[in-house]
Structures are given as C-alpha cells and as structure tokens.
C-alpha cells in the first residue's frame, strides 16, 4: 500500500549528471532502483522492491498522463514526458523521463526500464501549465472517467499544434538547456 505522504514546497534538485534508473515488473512494482534514484527519492532499497513505483507519484500529476504513458507502452512503444515526483518525506522533483519495455532473450516483455534525468526549466514551466489544465479537467469529469478526459484535451491541445505530446517533448527538451 503506497503511505501517505504529505507534500511539501521544498524542490530536491537534480544534477545535470544525475540518471535515475528504475526497472519494474509489469505490473509497475520495481524490481531495480540505482543509487541516484534511492539518493533524490530519499527512499531505501528495501522501501521500494517489489512496490508499486507510483510510490514517487506527486499529486500535481495529471493521472491522464500515466494513462497515456501506459497506453504508449501496452502498444509497444516507447514513452518520453516530463514527470514531477515526490520524494519520501514530500518534497518534489522534476525528471525528462524515457520509458521502455523490458524484453527477455525471447523477446517476451517482461517489464519496464526507467531512464530520468534533469528536466531542462522550459520544459517545466510548460508542462506545468498543462498539467494545471490537465487537473482542472479531470477534477469536473470526476474519478472514473478523469485519466481519459485528460488524456483527450492534451491530444486534442498538441493535435492543433500538428504534433504529439511525446513528439513535443522529445523535439523541445530531451537535451537540458
């Protein structure tokens, strides 16, 4: 069961040579988490195997957007977005994350593996501002149909930039500036 944690207002910054690396089974529950990742998340080892890895999901986060990052991932392929987490005692931290399906020597999925890393300040401010719409959204459509009431005002919001979300993120912020 993934405790309650009461945010806080303190950002935990990531070093531009900081890689958070994070694997899970398919279910989400983390199977490997690297030192950096135990560092910035100030959780140990033993606090995250076998837990569900939303455990660092901060309230901020639309659930639209790991609604799409699960979808992405089901179909194949590989997920890219800006993410704010939450560390063990509440403070926040913003990644650039990459998500990839985890294949065995028999090219069976046999998880996910997590690649973040500092998330450049544009890609923050912008995704903020979506994320903030993106809450707003899911608040009036209510619990069961938020995550793809969201989902479908961010790919609707990108569609009229003739892009995707993904494609955006990747284009604009997958080298920190």
């Known amino acids: 069961m993934k405790p309650r944690i009461q945010p806080t207002q303190r950002e935990i910054p990531v070093g531009e040579s900081d890689m958070i690396i994070t694997k899970t089974d398919l ?23 076998g837990v569900q890895h939303n455990l660092v999901r901060h309230p901020d986060m639309p659930r639209g957007v790991y609604r799409l990052m699960w979808d992405t991932l089901k179909a194949g392929h ?10 063990a ?12 399906v985890d294949f ?15 998330a450049p300040k544009d890609a923050i401010r912008e ?15 209510g619990p069961a149909t938020a995550p793809e009431a969201s989902v479908k005002w961010l790919t609707g919001h990108f569609a009229a930039l003739d892009t995707s979300y993904e494609r955006h993120v990747v284009a604009h912020y997958q080298h920190p500036k």
């Open 27 to 49: 279910t989400g529950r983390i199977t490997y988490a690297n030192r950096v990742f135990m560092r910035i998340s100030n959780f140990a080892e033993r606090d995250l195997l």
């Open 78 to 87: 590989e997920f890219f977005g800006v993410v704010k987490n939450m560390s």
């Open 89 to 100: 005692d509440g403070h926040y931290y913003w990644v650039f994350a990459n998500v990839t």
């Open 104 to 118: 065995d020597s028999r090219g069976q999925a046999i998880g996910y593996f997590s690649v973040r890393r500092q």
């Open 127 to 141: 995704a903020t501002a979506l994320y903030e719409q993106m809450l707003r959204i899911e608040q009036q459509a």
